[in-house]
């Protein structure tokens, strides 16, 4: 089994789309939870935090869901292929910074569990 990241948030975060995250057995699709795995090379990439912490405070959360927002897909990636990391698509890209923007504004954390 991989990295589950499960947000835990004081307020209830609906998306009117649907996030398309990868899912596990014991995940969503970026909506209550996710397979952190799959992000923690973007994560990485364009800030100084691993998805594999126990717990991410809401204002790492802020950090990664502005250093998302600010960057277009294409820098992302090429910080992401400089660390010889795993690139996303695009679209996951997006629904990823949509995510953690959504969340970091709902003052979530994000925990880790693997």
Known sequence: ????????SPKRVW????????????????QGSFRGGRYNDTTLAISPYSLYSYELSN????????????LSFETAMRLVREKEGVELEEAEYADL???FAKYAKAGAKLLGSW
């Open 1 to 8: 089994m991989g990295l589950d990241s499960i947000w835990k």
């Open 15 to 30: 998306f009117w789309k649907k996030p398309d995250l990868a899912a596990g057995l014991c995940s969503g699709h970026g």
């Open 59 to 70: 204002e790492q959360v802020k950090e990664i869901a502005d250093a998302l927002v600010s």
């Open 97 to 99: 910074t949509r995510v």
